[in-house]
């Protein structure tokens, strides 16, 4: 069993700073990319950021040059580090992760529970 469990969210005021944290853990053969995707209220999941296993990043025009994602050298952990955040950034993020599980030979798509980030104005 594959689980991916996340820790950071929280309220902050606009112009602040939260870092997010994920690690994929159990039944694991490999990691491969993982990422951040939210979702506010009304709307649909959009993807935030990306990383590859080669540390390659990708990341939504909303949050370039504000949000750093970043790995782990063991690779099953991605954090987010959030700044200059803004009251559209509320939302619920969720870590993702293309994971190879022992008892698989393909990787499929595991979600964490999600984390709730609240900017007050």
């Known amino acids: 069993q594959v689980q991916l469990v996340e820790s950071g969210g929280g309220l902050v005021q606009a112009g602040g700073s939260l870092k997010l944290s994920c690690a994929a853990s159990g039944s694991i053969f490999s990691v491969n990319a993982m990422g951040w995707y939210r979702q506010a209220p009304g709307k649909q999941r959009e993807l935030v950021a990306t990383?590859?296993?080669?540390?390659?990043?990708n990341y939504a025009d909303s949050v370039k040059g504000r949000f750093t994602i970043s790995r782990g050298s063991a690779k099953n952990t991605v954090t987010l580090q959030m700044n200059s955040l803004k009251p559209e950034d509320t939302a619920v993020y969720y870590c993702n992760g293309k994971i190879v599980a022992l008892t698989s030979s393909v990787a499929y798509t595991y979600w964490g529970q999600g984390t709730q980030v609240t900017v007050s104005s």
């Open positions: 990383i590859t296993n080669g540390f390659t990043t």
